[in-house]
């Protein structure tokens, strides 16, 4: 897979999976859309634009992940997306990573397509602007080498939120429109997971 990157910075690819989905009821990763486990649908998408995929999970979710995929497991303490984040950058410091949530069952390979071909490598990093609340989505973006440190003193100030990193760091963001706002859509609940489902049949 070729990156694109103008400056042969290596891309990266990491699905976000060790969440605990409690809010889903069930494992939002291994959720059945589109004929295979969510984690592995959308590592077989980021396969399509990045040097090399991982999917980001728990040390003990390891085992239960097929070994066709490579994993990544969190290795900062604590939890939620930002440690999956840091560990990514703490493999593979000198890479940028195109991370994904796990919960995004209408993201597309058009849809990565346009976040690499409106990347700014000098900025921190490229994210969608969400259509739902006009904020920076951290979980669909591309985290640039130079954002590691600034994630760093973002956890150590206390913060835990990926999102308030891109705020905090707003003049290093690039904020892009999404070509499709439905690609962005969470399937958090089972509320969520009705209307992917009633999208998807509508799409075909």
């Known amino acids: 897979m070729i990156s694109g990157a103008p400056n042969k910075i290596p891309l990266y690819g990491m699905v976000l999976a060790g969440g605990k989905s409690v809010r889903m009821g069930q494992d939002k ?94 900025c921190m990093a490229t994210a969608y602007k969400s259509s739902f609340d006009d904020l920076p989505e951290p979980l669909i973006t591309i985290w640039e080498p130079q954002s590691y440190e600034l994630l760093q003193a973002h956890i150590a100030d206390g913060y835990t939120c990926p999102r308030k990193a891109l705020i905090r760091n707003e003049k290093m963001v690039k904020i892009i429109l999404p070509p499709d706002p439905d690609a962005l859509i969470n399937a958090n609940t089972p509320g969520d997971a009705d209307r992917v489902k009633e999208l998807l049949t509508k799409r075909g």
């Open 29 to 122: 990763s291994v959720i059945n859309w589109h004929g295979k486990e969510q984690r592995y649908y959308m590592a077989g998408l980021l396969r399509n634009v990045c040097d090399e995929v991982y999917i980001s999970c728990r040390p003990e979710q390891v085992s239960g992940i097929d070994k066709n995929y490579n994993t990544l497991a969190d290795n900062y303490p604590g939890g939620g997306p930002l440690v999956g984040i840091l560990s990514a950058f703490k493999k593979a410091p000198g890479a940028a990573w195109l991370v994904t949530a796990c919960d995004l069952p209408l993201l597309d390979l058009a849809t990565l397509q346009y976040l690499i071909a409106h990347r700014d490598t000098t």
